[in-house]
């Protein structure tokens, strides 16, 4: 698996997330913003995707403009790749442009303390989610992705509404009650992590995605 980190975000806001799919068996790999120089990120990210020596099925698990840089992956049908999880696509404008400070952006990232924390001990750029707003069109956008999708979105999210990113998901999305903009670190990062296991687990035994778990009616 590798994971694609958001505009001015490093590898250390990945961390916690990163252990946690590891210690279910996955081999995880971490890219830090992809914003930074998208050509390099594509390039590192194809290289990784047909590495013999990395376990398949082979997935990116993106978050905010990592999320459409996973998007992009697929839509290119990147040799290797065989599912996309996308987290917190961003949309071009929404209300979290008028954050006024860090402590705000903080309060729209996430109500996670630990994850509060890492943030502000260097793993996000204070601003990037303002100041280095993308042109979405030129990273991924939705259509003509064939292979399996996850979506994960709080509806919460102030950087990035819900309703306004809706439509960028190509297949299945899964609401988080209560989810703030970094989902995969919020405070229900346990119920995030659970979803996309099921959905790994899952993909293992076929890109049709057959049923594991089936609630029985009493």
Request: glycine residues 12%; aromatic residues 4%.
């Amino acid at each position: 698996m590798l994971v694609a980190a958001g505009r001015g975000e490093t590898i250390d806001a990945y961390q916690r997330f990163g252990k946690r799919i590891a210690a279910d068996g996955y081999k995880v790999r971490l890219l830090p913003d992809v914003t930074a120089d998208v050509a390099a990120s594509f390039a590192e990210a194809e290289k990784l995707l047909v590495d013999d020596g990395l376990p398949g099925p082979k997935v990116v698990v993106g978050s905010d403009a990592g999320a459409l840089f996973a998007l992009s992956l697929a839509r290119r049908s990147a040799p290797g790749l065989d599912a996309v999880v996308l987290a917190g696509i961003p949309v071009p404008a929404s209300a979290g442009d008028d954050l006024l400070g860090w402590d705000d952006e903080l309060d729209a990232r996430t109500g996670c303390p630990a994850h509060r924390g890492v943030l502000s001990s260097g793993a996000a750029s204070p601003g990037a989610l303002l100041s280095a707003r993308i042109p979405i069109e030129l990273i991924g956008y939705a259509g003509d992705v064939t292979i399996p999708t996850l979506g994960l979105h709080g509806d919460s999210d102030t950087i990035s509404p819900l309703a306004s990113a809706r439509d960028s998901y190509p297949g299945r999305l899964v609401s988080i009650t209560g989810g703030r903009h970094d989902i995969l670190n919020d405070v229900t990062h346990r119920t995030t992590a659970a979803t996309i296991i099921l959905f790994l687990e899952r993909l293992k035994l076929g890109a049709d995605l057959p049923v594991i778990a089936a609630e029985v009616a009493a």
